[in-house]
């Protein structure tokens, strides 16, 4: 018979899953709303940098990443949602969305392999998944170099940590995933570049050197520390290939590093206000201050895990010091530092509340919970302040990006291969956005078109098709006489009008869609699938399938521009 003085405490596996539903619960909360969001100005530059290279130039790019190509798993991420959805942003945006929780995982892990507690990982993860500063990361789709950047380096990091965590040896093949891993980070973004570092002060704090003496501490950096000596050297011709490639990164003023310590500490000072929120309230007196009293707290007791927070936090915005100041997404990683520190020093104050007297008659868990909450709870209404106007803000960006989409597809323009056009009035639109946006639009990359703010100096005649911004929306004002009735086209033949082309099939919503196919492409497909047909009766043990299989691709290829 159990004593009468036990107290009941819920079973473990319950407690873990209402804290993860907790986390998922305010990450659903914030982060579902990212699945409308529209496509900005930047969206379309980025893929038709990867559209115009093709699949297999950005395959060879990730794999000579010290070539200085421009983050090339951006390319592996857009290209094939662009292959089976075209410029529909619903795909693009449920895969950014589960990422981003799937990060929220990953610093679960990260945590619990530095020894933090379940409740500290907990926290830190919930800090990680959406914070007020970040809201880019939700509402624009082209963070996506952090949020790639942010999955790789923690795959690799947790990868690591798994094998070095009980202290065995790294082998060949264990190096290999890691490293491979790593590239893959830094083909996302530059920001991953602090990964060797952290790996060195990572085996420093758990797995230091028996002696300080030189013999033993050559063989300490032999045995522990290759793995961050090769991540080294990788990192060194990575920098190599963004300083000296074919296209510089460091050749954009914007990318154009100045080492200097007021550059750094200024860039840093900014920084910790972004992660508050406060970027008045610190300067170079306030935020030297948080800095020590963070150093005092890491270092008055032995705890490893709080420790590496610091010096995360220290090192993990290294690669944005030297350059003009970032903000937003830039400070993914770098939050991780401040996650896991700001959940060890809530953690230490919940068990210390807990502790009182006057709570001495609940159940120990009763008063963690309720302490537990409280910081949540402000944590969300902290999050929820300065997401308020986020979703608006956004929508206004992306409104003009999506409004020239819209009206590609209510045009329904299907322009032959090689056609000249020319696309008048298109001030709304700074540089080559229209460009971008068009190309993508018909897919072709025969097209020849041309963008003319002013269209005085345009030569009509020698275009095939010239359209027009007109209040905003884009208007058609010649076309071939075939594609002369399409909705909002100005009609050139005095003649009968020819049919209407159908209007394309659409996305759920009323979204614009990539198109319905044309005849021609539906009669190639018919008449390929009868040859095939025909073939297999011929031979019945498949001869000449693999044929038809080609015929039937190129046709269908061959039949829809868009």
């Not at 115009?52 to 390319?75: C, E, H, Q, T």
């Amino acid at each position: 018979m159990a004593s009468a003085s036990r107290q009941w405490s819920p079973p473990a596996i319950a407690v873990k899953l209402a804290c993860a539903a907790g986390v998922l619960g305010y990450f659903l909360y914030f982060a579902f709303d990212g699945t409308r969001v529209k496509w900005a100005a930047d969206d379309p530059m980025n893929l038709y940098t990867y559209w115009r290279l093709g699949i297999w130039k950005v395959l060879w790019s990730n794999l000579a990443f010290f070539d200085g190509s421009y983050r090339p798993m951006g390319g592996l991420f857009y290209l094939p949602i662009y292959f089976f959805a075209h410029l529909n942003p619903l795909p693009c945006r449920i895969v950014l969305v589960c990422l981003l929780g799937f990060n929220a995982f990953l610093v679960y892990r990260f945590a619990r392999l530095l020894g933090a507690s379940e409740r500290v990982s907990g926290l830190a993860a919930l800090a990680t998944c959406v914070h007020g500063s970040m809201a880019d990361l939700i509402y624009q789709t082209s963070a996506l170099y952090d949020i790639l950047c942010f999955t790789f380096f923690f795959l690799a990091f947790n990868a690591y940590l798994r094998i070095r965590g009980p202290g065995r040896a790294l082998r060949i093949r264990d190096a290999a995933l890691v490293l491979a891993l790593y590239i893959a980070a830094m083909n996302s973004k530059e920001m991953a570049v602090t990964f060797p570092a952290l790996l060195c002060l990572y085996e420093l704090l758990y797995h230091p050197p028996q002696q300080w003496r030189r013999p033993v501490l050559f063989r300490w950096v032999v045995s522990a520390c290759w793995p961050g000596m090769v991540a080294g050297g990788l990192t060194a011709a990575f920098l190599y290939g963004k300083s000296h490639g074919p296209d510089p990164l460091t050749a954009t003023e914007s990318y154009r590093p100045v080492l200097s310590f007021v550059r750094w500490m200024n860039a840093n000072v900014n920084y910790t206000g972004a992660m508050f929120r406060a970027a008045g309230e610190f300067n170079w007196a306030t935020a030297p201050i948080l800095w020590l009293v963070l150093f005092y707290l890491a270092w008055r007791r032995k705890r490893p895990h709080l420790q590496f927070a610091w010096l995360f936090i220290l090192i993990g915005t290294l690669p944005i010091s030297f350059i003009p100041q970032r903000a937003g997404s830039c400070l993914y990683l770098p939050l991780v530092g401040w996650a896991l520190f700001a959940a060890t020093v809530a953690s230490d104050l919940i068990e210390l509340l807990a502790r009182e007297p006057w709570l001495a008659r609940l159940p120990r868990w009763a008063c963690e919970c309720v302490w537990t909450i409280l910081p949540v709870a402000l944590f969300f209404q902290w999050t929820a302040a300065n997401l308020k106007d986020a979703p608006r803000i956004f929508r206004e960006i992306q409104a003009p990006t999506w409004r020239v989409i819209s009206d590609m597809n209510r045009l329904n323009l299907h322009p032959p291969h090689g056609s000249r056009i020319v696309i008048l009035n298109s001030a709304p639109f700074p540089g080559f956005d229209v460009f971008f946006m068009t190309s993508l639009w018909w897919n072709d990359k025969t097209l020849e078109i041309h963008t003319e703010p002013d269209p005085a100096k345009a030569d009509v005649p020698s275009f095939d098709y010239v359209l027009r911004f007109e209040n905003g929306r884009l208007a058609i004002v010649k076309a071939p006489p075939r594609e002369s009735g399409t909705p909002g086209s100005a009609r050139e033949s005095s003649g009968p009008s020819p049919p209407v082309a159908k209007r394309p099939r659409r996305w759920p919503g009323g979204r614009a869609g990539r198109g319905a196919l044309k005849p021609s492409a539906r009669y190639a497909i018919a008449t390929s699938w009868f040859a095939a047909t025909a073939t297999r009766a011929a031979h019945p043990r498949g001869v000449g399938t693999r044929a038809c299989r080609a015929e039937t691709h190129l046709g269908a290829g061959a039949g829809s521009a868009g």
